[in-house]
């Protein structure tokens, strides 16, 4: 899994982060399978989305890269990886605007 993300600053009155999600046809076939693997990446998203701050106007997209079905787990996994680097990222850009400001 693969993710692109921005602070979008034309909504700044975001109550929630915004994601999309892609899985490309070219990867998986047939289109139960890709509404499947949405399905577990929306899930795994829901459950973990307390990993990054809620009252930022972020973009998030998540882009499938895998040429097969993947477990839950894996997706989760995923993720969480994603959303915590997204966190950090965050967090160094914000001491990062601290400090030129000091």
């Not at 109550?15 to 929306?42: D, G």
């Not at 973990?48 to 477990?71: E, G, K, M």
């Not at 894996?74 to 990886?81: D, I, Y």
């Amino acid at each position: 899994m693969r993710a692109v993300w921005t602070v979008n600053k034309a909504r700044s009155s975001a109550s929630c982060p915004q994601f999309l999600i892609a899985v490309p046809k070219k990867k998986l076939r047939h289109a139960v399978e890709r509404v499947y693997m949405r399905r577990r990446i929306r899930e795994a998203y829901r459950l973990n989305r307390h990993l990054i701050p809620r009252d930022l106007p972020l973009d998030i997209a998540f882009v499938y890269v895998a040429s097969d079905l993947q477990t839950y787990a894996t997706v989760e996994k995923s993720v969480v990886r994603i959303l915590s680097r997204i966190s950090q990222a965050l967090a160094a850009s914000a001491g990062q605007g601290e400090s030129a400001n000091s």
